[in-house]
């Protein structure tokens, strides 16, 4: 194998585990169908019987998007404002990097279908090697990052936080601060367990067609294989 097929060929499955766990957190973020049963499981509207909730979270959601320039001054201060514009920044980075690993992954795959097919080199095979490396990836992160939430979600949520903002400027008082009181630690938690089912899933899935596309293939090799044995037999019969 070439230097540069042994370098895609490791770059090809990082980036596909990208789009599996990346692809996943951006659909469910979208899922309003999630929101709105999170918002009635904790007593959302309840806790903040002045304002529409479920109007709130669109809103909120086409701020992170870049949608809209700015979060309701009379709903949020400034401090949820400030933190809240961190969290786009994250949610953007996680859509860039998404994109940018379809891209990677398809010029990959390309290369590969582009290659001239030999005995030793097979496009085809090399692509459902990078889809179940790809998947089996996704599932160790997740199930390794699923494994020490599990043991404790409010201390891995605290950690979450200490690597990705600023120190204190997560943290807010529910008696005076509405973020904490529509975004609960429990919602977070439903989000983030929801999110790994749905991973863990996608990943088995995805192994499963690799594994069978790599069964029929070896099948066809080993039949074309016996197919060109058999006029040669047919042939020394004829003389005998």
């Known amino acids: 194998m070439h230097l540069t097929d042994t370098i895609l060929s490791t770059i090809a499955p990082i980036a596909f585990a990208i789009t599996i766990i990346f692809g996943n957190f951006l659909v469910l973020l979208h899922d309003e169908g999630f929101f709105y049963a999170e918002f009635e499981r904790y007593g959302v509207h309840e806790q903040l019987p002045s304002i529409d909730v479920s109007s709130m979270h669109d809103r909120v959601i086409d701020f992170l998007e870049g949608e809209r320039k700015e979060l309701p001054y009379d709903f949020f201060n400034k401090r949820e404002r400030d933190h809240m514009d961190d969290v786009k920044k994250m949610i953007f980075g996680v859509a860039i990097s998404f994109w940018i690993a379809i891209f990677l992954l398809s010029a990959i795959i390309f290369y590969f279908l582009y290659q001239k097919k030999t005995e030793k080199n097979r496009p085809a095979r090399k692509i459902a090697h990078i889809?179940?490396?790809?998947?089996?990836?996704?599932?160790?992160?997740?199930?390794?990052?699923?494994?020490f939430a599990l043991t404790s979600f409010g201390?891995?949520?605290?950690?979450?936080?200490?690597?990705?903002?600023d120190e204190g400027s997560y943290l807010f008082d529910p008696d005076t601060e509405k973020i904490v009181v529509m975004y609960p630690e429990n919602l977070f938690s439903d989000f983030f367990f929801k999110l790994v089912k749905k991973i863990v899933l996608s990943s088995i899935i995805m192994l499963l067609i690799a594994f069978l596309a790599n069964h029929v293939m070896k099948k066809r090799q080993k039949l074309g294989q016996n197919n060109k044995k058999t006029p040669s037999g047919e042939s020394t019969n004829r003389n005998v």
């Open 131 to 147: 889809l179940s490396r790809g998947s089996f990836l996704a599932l160790i992160i997740c199930l390794i990052v699923g494994f």
């Open 155 to 165: 201390n891995f949520f605290e950690r979450f936080h200490q690597i990705f903002f």
